[in-house]
């Protein structure tokens, strides 16, 4: 049953709409100040992210703290009916701290301290910073407890994965490492195969994370990150839990990066921001960049079970990304931003308000230019959101409830990074696959949870497991009873090769009972070069009834059907003829094994066997033309349903029944035209 979310904060039951906001870097200038208001007001802008980079404002020398300017600002989004999504300050340490205790300042690998300045570098271990941390955050929540304007905390900024193996560091490494292998050396040298090129560990401090070697260690590493992440988040919040129960607090996540296990910090935070920046228009697939958002969106929402997340950031136009700053077209930020709500956001947020004067991002895109006024086109088109989310307060709260889950997972992310690069070389490509499996479902309307290894399966039909190299404790299991019950799983080549140490499955791949599941042993797998393929030929009769031919490319296992009925075979090259495609089933469940990385109609046509077998149809419409998207927000009783055209020309799309859009109140007609880039949003009369 799908149901109806609280607000982020139930102080404001609309759509968030705003971006971050420093007005510490216009103190000289408060007329600005009123200016910013009268514009938020125009733009429909009601939640502003305030204290992001403000600590040198906020404690200019050690102890002296100045809050007027804060105060003021909090006054005046009050009395502007705004809200303050206000950051703790330790995105970026003040230069004081960092010449009066060294120790903040991240060490690299060979040992060097880095010098004070740019921002995302502190340590996360240091006892100091924690506390200096704790400090302002004390102080902000003591005085803003009351405040109206107080909507969310938004803590620090875009954490990162980023080394410091200064000493704290690593010693907190090693008492990590203690507890994870239960104080017993023996077990981390055989979990790290460290009898390899004599690399044994005599004590604990002889392990440090610079041999890229121990793919073990290297991975270790990595947890040991998001760990002390999510430890220093969970620190410097704590005053804010503790002072300001009712006050929700998020981090702006980047899905987009693999140096977090964003899956395990999701749980740390009460509700999910993200910061999303495609490079819209610099690409010759530009549906393809739609894809890659609409895959992190779901993932976001699927992290909390399906809440409602926020889109904390995005460029109302001209990125500091992307190879040559394309800005939005017209009608690309209304689009853009309607895609995150309809894939679940209840907020469209910008970096930036203003634009700065000066330093790194003072041409990077913002609701405000240097010029000043309401009159350019950016500014309109965020004025243009501001007035569509203003009639989506109805869609507050509500979600979408995905029947097929699609597996991406950070930890196996960094194993085949580590683990597998000696062994697959450049063909890795793990998001490009993910992306590729998700696509069809996409396109056809079919919404998607995009879930990690961790995730409880039985509520879905489908399960999607690509490249699932490394399978964490519990996984296969949770699979096999999943499919016992009769769901249906895919899974490809290179999966279950390893355990959570990378320690290669003995008795043949898939590993932990899977070979057993999907009746099949892959006995190798061969790479290819750009340019090169393999014909794929599907068996007469196949039960999926598709006929193909397709072509593999990137990779070709070579796989042995045990037990499974094969659906497709290799056509060309020395493995012609040797099983491209299985299926087991197991009662009503089935388990379908892809050898090979497949290229054009395959998956489309495959995933559309499985969804029609299924039972899985978009709500809308048979037939959604290329580069369109449906996705469906409901509160079990109204669905919203998102149309949006992501093509530079028109589409029309067939409704049969009539349908009203929420965005202009208008009937619509039984054939809907969506201009280039036009998103609507439709709700049964
Ligand atoms: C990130 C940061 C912002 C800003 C933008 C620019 O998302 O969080 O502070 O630097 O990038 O795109
Ligand atoms: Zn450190």
New binding site residues.
Partial sequence: MTKRYQPINPKCTHMLHGG?YNPDQWIRTPEIWDEDMRLMTLSGCNAMSVC??SWSALEPAEGAFEFGWLDTIMDKLAANNAYAVMATPS?SKPAWMSRAYPEICRVKGDGVRQPHGS?HNHCRTSPVYREKCVIINTKLAERYKEHPALLLWHAS??YNGGDCQCDLCLAAFHNWLRVRYDNDLDKLNHAYWSSFWSHSFPDWDYIIPTDRGIHALMLDWERFKTHQTIDFFNAETAPLRAITPDIPVTT?F?PGSDTLDYGAFAKAVDVISW?S?PNWHEHSDEIGEAVTTARMHDQCRAMKGGKPFMLM?S?PSI???GRVKKRKEPGMNLLSSLQAVAHGSDTVQY??WRKSRGC??KF?GAVVDHEGSENTREFKEVADVGAALAKLDDVVGTTMQPEVALIQDWENEWALREGARVYLGENIKYRQEMNAHYRPFWQAGVPVDVVDQTAELDAYKLVVVPMAYMLRPGFAARLKAYVENGGTAVMTYWSAVVDESDLCHLGGIPGDGLRELFGVWEEESQSYLPGESVGIAMAKDNALGISGPYTAVDTCSVIHAEGSTVLASYASEYVEGQPALTVKTHGKGKAYYIAARTDGAFLNDFYAALARDEGLACCLAADIPEGVSVQTRSDGDRDYIFVMNFNREAKSIELGSPYVDVLTDQAVGATVTLERYGVMVLRKP
């Fill in positions: 971050d992001i980079f995105g921002r900024n875009e702006n980047m910061d920046y950031e460029v990125p500091t990304r970096f930036q790194m991002e990077h």
